[in-house]
């Protein structure tokens, strides 16, 4: 399976709205406008599947990024996220540890810790791996 989601065509003011509708209804994670956003939002979310396996990539502006308990009660993946930074960087907030992403970097956790993310624009690519088959 393979799918995309973008706010092309979507109209300005509606954007980061529909944006965060998409991105909850498919991976349960919040998206909230960065304090001081003023230019028209604009993103571009691609999956693909292969059996249990979820790969997903992110260009987009930046946006805080959450899975609390409220995301993670929507959607469980019971899996690892190997996520891989192309971006300058982003502030995580990942089960309780802060650090500072740099591009280049891959970072493993939890595809089910809570984490907050703040970044000035994203450029990932994720993997989620269900427990199981790595287990």
């Known amino acids: 399976m393979r799918f995309e989601i973008t706010t092309d065509g979507v109209p300005e003011r509606d954007r ?7 991105i909850f209804s498919t991976l349960a ?9 003023e230019r028209p939002y604009q993103g571009r979310f691609a999956a693909r599947s292969s059996g249990p396996l979820l790969n997903c990539s992110f260009v987009a502006d930046g946006f805080r990024a959450t899975r609390q308990s409220r995301e993670i009660a929507h959607r469980r993946w019971d899996g690892y996220r190997i996520y891989r930074e192309s971006s300058p960087g982003v502030w995580f907030r990942i ?31 994720s993997w989620l791996l269900p427990k199981a088959l790595v287990d």
């Open 95 to 125: 089960a309780g540890q802060e650090f500072v992403s740099a591009a280049g970097d891959l970072i493993v956790a939890d595809a089910d810790a809570p984490f907050d993310a703040l970044p000035r624009d994203y450029r990932d690519e």
């Open 16 to 22: 980061l709205d529909a944006w965060h509708a998409a």
């Open 29 to 37: 994670i919040s998206a909230e406008p960065l304090p001081g956003a």
